[in-house]
Every structure is written in structure tokens, then in C-alpha cells.
């Protein structure tokens, strides 16, 4: 890596760049490389971008313009919008489809050199017929099922199509299990930080979980060993949800599964969008397989799944205070 | 996590804990193994459910030795509507082999959505029976059974018992492909627990379900009727056999391989059936 900064610092745009994931990537990439961060979403207070920030639309031409001033070298697509009540559908496919689509567009017309695409396992779906372990090859089976995670799909349709039509870049999708950090805001770690966690009577499916450190050491190998092609990423291995709330620190109370449906669906009807699709995913498992990206990226995970459950309540505990006293 | 511990303290002696924990596979951290199985979960369930086996059908098995070490096809009859033949055999690897194995069952398709008894199968080593799956645990060193017959063995009334329905032939490309042997298995007893006089198919459709089986006592006696009878069992284990060839050989050849080993079942159930005779509810002596 000497012989890298001896030369030119290689420039790296990294999309979310306002996210907790982010954050945590950058942190280990921004002594060797220039980092341009964007987002549509500004930093949060107090946070520090180790590089330049810009907040952007990624389907805005002001995007093109990050491209046309600066030779990018790495594109690290970190900006998929998850499913959450909080955002719109119609926004999250603007952001997650059309932003993704421009991004693509724009790495081929300035011929950037490798990029990482962060899809997400959500696109194999929850079901039960699925295999123990599902393999990159397997179809997306969430594009059926799950109307809220079309736009995931579509995304990572999209990086797949880029990976095989053009050769100028390498280009390496990651399909991470459930993420989970201290800095990490998605649905499962806002809902295992909760005191008490619903669960669906009788049903008891496997889950797995990657600390957002060991992601980020994925995405960082990813980068360095310039890999090419489709990878689950999970951390240590799998784990029954109800496990994971005690690990977690948390209690679970069983409810049936379909007064959990009724109640979505009766929710959806004021316009609250809840992830319902994630329903799914704790009633029937989705279980990957990430030994191809352990074969070929030589990735071990550093955290057991315990201490990657633990980290999202020891670190809130130590957070919150700070943020009252602040 | 209480009456899990109680039930493996007070159900199984210091020798079967320490059996079945040298029988697990690879756990991780958490404790499962990558397919869910939970070796708490099956202590206590065997604790739990040991009574069935050695009080309600006095299970008698024969040949356990035979039971080669690492990787293994349990090719076996299938009868009785519901899958306690499955069940003793797995029962029967954990309390009597030597050393002891965990069955990994192939269940049907529609059991992961099925509460309960999705998330138990899961902890207990059963999956669902697919190709995949099956080749992994094989190449995981487990034992894995397999019923080929299906629900056109376990869903056959009595006048049809110990007559080996059509064999799928999946299992021979899966012995040849993971160079796996295969053990017959014979069980003799589940088939009378379960007097299916007729398979009630206008019903079974509405449900969803494969069959309906109608017994003297069941729908008639509503509940009671629909336990089993305690007639008594017996498991063979027979030799090894080795499928030979090519797994991408032409249907006809598989069939003729699985036709084998139907044929050393069919003997192996005549054998106990005439040894047996009349007497479904013996002792077990």
C-alpha cells in the first residue's frame, strides 16, 4: 500500500456517505485514499467527513459534475435507502433505482476502475421452501413476494448487468447479511435495541448477523484484492432470532403472525408505509452462504455473532448519556 | 431455558449427554450448527419423548452395527400416516448406535410453514428435503434418511402394509455423486399403528394436505382415535451397499440401482413381518 500513496492518492466517491455504515468504511480508508462523500441526506450534527462532502441527489446532474471535475477512481455504492416507515416508495426507487442507474452511467463514461455495490440479502427473500443455504446464483425470489423490496432487486439487477456489460470496471456486489453496529440505524438494530422485541408465535427462523466493522474490513478487501462478481458477506454463523433478542440483551413476546399482518396492513391504509416484507423474514429463514467470498477474498469474520448483538446495546448505553449531557 | 435443563438433568444419564454431545457436528459460537440444529433442543427433547420408544412401541433394533462411520444414506420403508417410523429411527441412532449419530431427516416442503413444528424440525437436525440441502449434510459426514417413497408410502392404507411403494431414484444420483454408502432400513410396527382403512381424498384436497387416512378409531373417536396404537416396532439396519456408476447416468440405470436396494428392504421387512407373525403388540422380550 506504500507504493499507493507514493503515487497518486486514488480518489474514492462513497455514496450514504452521511450513514452509520459509512462512517465506519471511511474511517478505514481515509489515510490511503481521497475520499468525496456524497449523499442527498446532510451529515448529522457532529459528524466529520474525513475528506469533501457534498450533499447530492445521486440522479441529480450535479452528480455528473463530482465525476466530470475529479478523476474517480473507486466507486463504494453504500447509499441503498433500506425499507422503513419513514421513507416514501416512490423515493426510495428514486434514490435506490434511478440514483443507482446514473451512478452506473457514470462510472462507464468516465471509466472509473473498480466499484463496490452494496445490495442486500433481502433480495433472495424470506420463504419457505427456500434452501438451507442460499448461493449467489440463486433466483431473487423477494422481486415475487415482496413488493416493498422491488426496488432492492431492480438494484442489484441493475449492478449485475453493469458487471457483465462492461469490462472497464470490476465490479463487486455485496449481498451482506442482517447489519448490525453501534452506528448502524436500520430496522432489525433499531428492533433488537428495543427492551422488548415481538416475535411470531411458532415460528422461530434462523438469522444471521455482520457487524459493521467486519463489512467494512469486507468492503476494504473488496477494494484491495480488486474483486469481480456477486458475494454474500455474513459474519459468524447462523442463529435463531429468539437467540439473537437474548443475546441482544433483550425480551421477546411471541404474537400471532397474522394479527402482525392485520395490523400492517390496517397501517399501510394511513399511509404509514411499514416494512411489512419483514415480516417474512421472521417467520421463514434466509440463509446464506458466503463461503465463495471467504475463498476468494481470504474475509473472516472477527466478531462471533454475540459480540456483534452485544455491540448494539453496550454502545447505546454509552451513547445516550453523552447525548443528554451534551 | 429452565425446563430445557431440567429435562436433559433428570431424562438422560451422564453417559447419553455425553454421547450425544460427541455426536454433533460442527457448532458455532452461538451454538447451532449452519442448518439450526440445537443440541439443547434435542437432549431435551429426548429426554422428553424417550418413553415413546422404549415404553409405547418397545422398539427393538437390529443391526445398528452396521452403520458405517461418516457420511451416510438411511434408505427406509415409509407407513403409518404420520412419521414416527422417522422419528424412532432417528431415537434409535441417538440411544443404541455406537457411536451415537444424529439423524438429519428430509422433511416435506410445506413443514417450514407450519408453526412450532417448523422451528422444533429446525433445532432438532430435520430439513427440508432438498437436493441441496442433502448433499451438504452428506458432505458434512451426517447421517441423513431418507423415506423415497414419500407420502406414497406413509399416506398407503393397511390392506397395502409392508408393500414397498414406487422408490424415487434421487437418492442413488445423491450416493453417487457424495460416493455415499447406503444402509436399508427395515421398520416393522408402524404401519399397523395407524390402521388406515381408506384415504378420505375429497377432504385431504380441501385441506391442502397429501392424505386424510380414516382408521377404525379415527375420525370416529375424535381425538383418542387419532393416537397411534402401541404395537411393537422393530428397526434393521441392514449392510452397507455401495451404489456403483455414474450419478449422470440414464434414468433407466438409477432405476434399476433403486430397484435394488427396494428389493433387500421388501426381504428385509418379509423376514420380520413372518418372524412376527400375528403378534403386533407383543413385549419386547
Avoid at chain 1, 421477546?252 to 396492513?265: D, N, R, T
Avoid at chain 2, 429435562?7 to 457436528?25: M, S, V
Avoid at chain 2, 410445506?110 to 412450532?116: A, D, R, T, Y
Avoid at chain 2, 421388501?266 to 422380550?285: A, I, N, P, T, Y
Wanted: include cysteine; glycine fraction near 8%; charged fraction near 25%.
Amino acid at each position: 500500500m506504500n507504493s499507493n500513496t507514493a503515487e497518486r492518492r486514488l480518489n474514492v466517491l462513497v455514496t450514504g456517505a452521511a450513514g452509520g455504515l459509512a462512517g465506519t468504511v471511511v474511517s478505514r480508508l481515509a489515510e490511503r485514499y481521497h475520499l468525496i462523500g456524497v449523499d442527498p441526506r446532510p451529515l448529522s450534527r457532529g459528524k466529520d467527513f474525513p475528506g469533501e462532502f457534498h450533499v447530492v441527489d445521486y440522479t441529480h446532474r450535479r452528480m455528473s459534475e463530482v465525476f466530470r471535475s475529479r478523476k474517480i477512481d473507486i466507486l463504494l455504492h453504500l447509499g441503498r435507502v433500506p425499507v422503513s416507515a419513514r421513507v416514501r416508495s416512490s423515493e426510495r426507487y428514486q434514490t435506490n433505482v434511478l440514483g443507482t442507474k446514473n451512478l452506473l452511467d457514470l462510472c462507464r463514461k468516465y471509466r472509473v476502475k473498480r466499484a463496490v455495490v452494496l445490495s442486500t440479502f433481502h433480495v433472495y427473500g424470506a420463504h419457505p421452501h427456500n434452501p438451507g443455504h442460499l448461493v449467489e446464483d440463486d433466483p431473487l425470489r423477494a422481486s415475487q413476494n415482496f413488493p416493498e423490496l422491488r426496488d432492492a432487486v431492480e438494484m442489484d439487477h441493475l449492478a449485475r448487468m453493469f458487471l457483465l456489460q462492461n469490462s472497464d470496471t470490476q465490479v463487486a456486489i455485496l449481498r451482506p447479511s442482517n447489519i448490525v453496529g453501534p452506528t448502524i440505524q436500520n430496522t432489525i438494530s433499531q428492533l433488537l435495541r428495543a427492551e422488548v422485541c415481538p416475535t411470531l408465535l411458532g415460528y422461530d427462523p434462523l438469522l444471521q448477523f455482520i457487524h459493521e466493522a467486519d463489512l467494512s474490513h469486507a468492503i476494504e478487501l473488496c477494494i484491495e484484492n480488486k474483486m469481480v462478481g456477486v458475494y454474500n458477506v455474513s459474519g459468524e454463523g447462523v442463529i435463531s432470532y429468539r437467540k439473537a433478542i437474548e443475546f441482544a440483551g433483550a425480551r421477546s413476546i411471541p404474537v400471532p403472525h397474522f394479527l402482525v399482518y392485520g395490523a400492517m396492513g390496517a397501517l399501510s391504509r394511513f399511509r404509514l408505509s411499514l416494512p411489512k416484507h419483514l415480516v417474512d423474514f421472521y417467520r421463514y429463514s434466509a440463509v446464506i452462504s458466503d463461503e465463495l467470498f471467504r475463498k476468494e477474498s481470504g474475509y473472516r469474520p472477527r466478531l462471533s455473532t454475540q459480540e456483534a448483538l452485544r455491540s448494539l446495546r453496550s454502545i447505546r448505553a454509552v451513547v445516550e448519556p453523552q447525548h443528554s449531557s451534551a | 431455558m429452565g425446563l430445557k435443563n431440567l429435562l436433559i438433568e433428570f431424562g438422560l444419564t451422564d453417559l447419553e449427554k455425553r454421547r450425544i454431545d460427541e455426536a454433533q457436528p460442527e457448532l458455532n459460537s452461538a451454538g447451532f450448527d449452519d442448518f439450526g440444529l440445537d443440541p439443547q433442543t434435542l437432549k431435551a427433547a429426548l429426554a422428553a419423548t424417550r418413553w415413546i420408544y422404549t415404553d409405547y412401541f418397545r422398539v427393538k433394533a437390529h443391526g445398528l452395527e452396521n452403520l458405517p462411520a461418516g457420511r451416510v444414506l438411511l434408505i427406509s420403508n415409509h407407513g403409518g400416516q404420520i412419521p414416527i417410523d422417522g422419528l424412532l429411527i432417528g431415537m434409535s441412532l441417538l440411544l443404541e448406535a455406537k457411536p451415537a449419530r444424529v439423524v438429519r431427516g428430509m422433511i416435506e416442503r410445506w413443514v417450514p410453514g407450519v408453526p412450532f413444528v417448523s422451528s422444533f424440525f429446525a433445532r432438532v437436525g430435520q430439513t427440508v428435503g432438498d437436493v441441496r440441502n442433502c448433499k451438504e449434510l452428506l458432505e458434512k459426514e451426517q447421517a441423513v434418511l431418507v423415506f423415497p417413497e414419500g407420502v406414497r408410502g406413509s399416506g398407503k392404507t393397511i390392506f397395502k402394509k409392508y408393500q414397498l411403494q414406487r422408490f424415487g431414484t434421487g437418492f442413488i444420483r445423491l450416493a453417487l455423486e457424495t460416493r455415499t454408502p447406503i444402509v436399508p432400513v427395515a421398520v416393522v410396527g408402524c404401519e399397523e399403528a395407524y390402521p388406515s382403512l381408506l384415504n378420505f381424498k375429497p377432504l385431504a384436497k380441501l385441506l391442502g394436505a397429501p392424505y386424510v387416512p380414516v382408521t377404525p378409531l379415527f375420525p370416529f373417536l375424535g381425538p383418542i382415535g387419532a393416537l397411534p396404537l402401541p404395537t411393537q416396532v422393530s428397526i434393521s439396519f441392514g449392510e452397507a451397499i455401495y451404489a456403483e456408476g455414474d450419478s449422470d447416468a440414464p434414468e433407466s440405470d438409477i432405476e434399476k440401482q433403486a430397484e435394488l436396494i427396494k428389493s433387500k428392504i421388501q426381504s428385509m421387512l418379509d423376514e420380520r413381518v413372518q418372524e412376527r407373525g400375528r403378534q403386533w403388540f407383543r413385549s419386547r422380550d
